[in-house]
Structures are given as structure tokens and as C-alpha cells.
T-cell receptor, first 113, second 114 residues
Framework: TQLLEQSPQFLSIQEGENLTVYCNSS?????LQWYRQEPGEGPVLLVT?????EVKKLKRLTFQFGDARKDSSLHITAAQPGDTGLYLC?????????????FGKGTLLTVNP | ETGVTQSPTHLIKTRGQQVTLRCSSQ?????VSWYQQALGQGPQFIFQ???????GRGNFPPRFSGLQFPNYSSELNVNALELDDSALYLC?????????????FGAGSRLTVL
């Protein structure tokens, strides 16, 4: 069974601060995705990382995929209240199991003005 | 481009009852996946439908079943409801090939079992 552990589970910071969220597993994934989910909504895809060591930037968000494709991190620079939400990482299996995503429990981020 | 729509948004059932949840996929998508998200947890894969057939299943009992229709919309049916079935049920649509893992989620159906 593939599991993804996210840390921290909860994070409350002030506007303007930086933060990093981690997603770790003992399993190798063919790709890893990050989603943000707001209350009453479904998850919205932020990024997909595929290659070990890959770094992707989306405005103030920086995503990194570990060299061994077992872990990933999301770094937010100068957080804003609009960044508040549940951040979920999800791994896609390889070969015959690539049809499903395995999600972590999420990191609930609150950015206070 | 129309996104993924789910109905109903909220519903309350009692133990032992049956429920049907509905999902309309995003335009251009032919694959539908269902996920269960319990409170404080990440979504868990239930199953996926492609070409009107189940294409893969997670660790859920047979009382969780589904359908996909020729227009790619889908239903999730749960029989003999249990208290632990209380959750947000998310439908996600995708295409095949390179877009297979690019999921577009609906807002979900919040099921409460009393």
C-alpha cells in the first residue's frame, strides 16, 4: 500500500511570512501532484511534477520533487490571506495502477492578515 | 467549458438506507473517478469508470457501486449505509493518454449518515 505523509498537519502564519509543506513516502511515484482545496469546494490542481529533482515555480509557490521520486515539498514565499486552504499532495502509481491517485491527509494553512 | 457538476450538494440518510450520487463530467473528458473524503482526511480512491466499465477500484466493499453513461456522466451508489460512510464524495473527470492524471474535481456531495 502506497502512503503519503504530509507535514505539518496544521499551519497558522502571518501575512508576509514564508512556509514549507512536506510530502513524504517510502514508495516511488510516477508523478506527484499538489492540490489546494477551499471549504465547500473540490481540490484544484496546482502543479504536476514528473522528473526526480524537478523544480516548478508558480508565482510565489515553488514545488520540488525529490531525486528518488518519493517526496516533494511546496514552498510559499510572502504568504497572503488568499493562500489559506487545505494543501494536498497526491501521487500517481506507475504502470497498471496509474489510474488512481493516493492522497496525503493534507496541510491546513491559515494566513492571518 | 463546463466543469464537473455534482448533485445533490448535501444529503442526510439513516443507517441501512441506500444513496445515489450523480456527476456530470467536464466537456471533453471521458473518464470519471470517485473519491471519498472523510473529515480531516485526504480523498481516498473508490473507483474509476471508462467506456462505461469499472477501470480500477480502491479498497471499498461491493456495496459501493457505480455506473457510467454514454454521455460520460456517472453515478455512485452506496447500499446499506453505515455511520462511517459519512463523508464528502468527490467526482473527478479526466481524459485519457497524457491527460489521464489531470483530474478536474467537482465540489462534492456531502453525505451525513445518522
Amino acid at each position: 500500500t502506497q502512503l503519503l505523509e504530509q507535514s505539518p498537519q496544521f499551519l497558522s502564519i502571518q501575512e508576509g511570512e514564508n512556509l514549507t509543506v512536506y510530502c513524504n513516502s517510502s514508495s516511488v511515484f510516477s508523478s506527484l501532484q499538489w492540490y489546494r482545496q477551499e471549504p465547500g469546494e473540490g481540490p484544484v490542481l496546482l502543479v504536476t511534477v514528473v522528473t526526480g529533482g524537478e523544480v516548478k515555480k508558480l508565482k510565489r509557490l515553488t514545488f520540488q520533487f525529490g531525486d528518488a521520486r518519493k517526496d516533494s515539498s511546496l514552498h510559499i514565499t510572502a504568504a497572503q490571506p488568499g493562500d489559506t486552504g487545505l494543501y494536498l499532495c497526491a501521487g500517481a502509481g506507475s504502470g497498471g495502477s496509474n489510474y488512481k491517485l493516493t492522497f496525503g491527509k493534507g496541510t491546513l494553512l491559515t494566513v492571518n492578515p | 467549458e463546463t466543469g464537473v457538476t455534482q448533485s445533490p450538494t448535501h444529503l442526510i440518510k439513516t443507517r441501512g438506507q441506500q444513496v445515489t450520487l450523480r456527476c456530470s463530467s467536464q466537456s471533453g473528458h471521458n473518464t470519471v473517478s470517485w473519491y471519498q473524503q472523510a473529515l480531516g482526511q485526504g480523498p481516498q480512491f473508490i473507483f474509476q469508470y471508462y467506456r462505461e466499465e469499472e477501470n480500477g477500484r480502491g479498497n471499498f466493499p461491493p456495496r459501493f457501486s457505480g455506473l457510467q453513461f454514454p454521455n460520460y456522466s456517472s453515478e455512485l451508489n452506496v447500499n446499506a449505509l453505515e455511520l462511517d460512510d459519512s463523508a464528502l464524495y468527490l467526482c473527478a473527470s479526466s481524459s485519457t493518454g497524457a491527460g489521464a492524471n489531470v483530474l478536474t474535481f467537482g465540489a462534492g456531495s456531502r453525505l451525513t449518515v445518522l
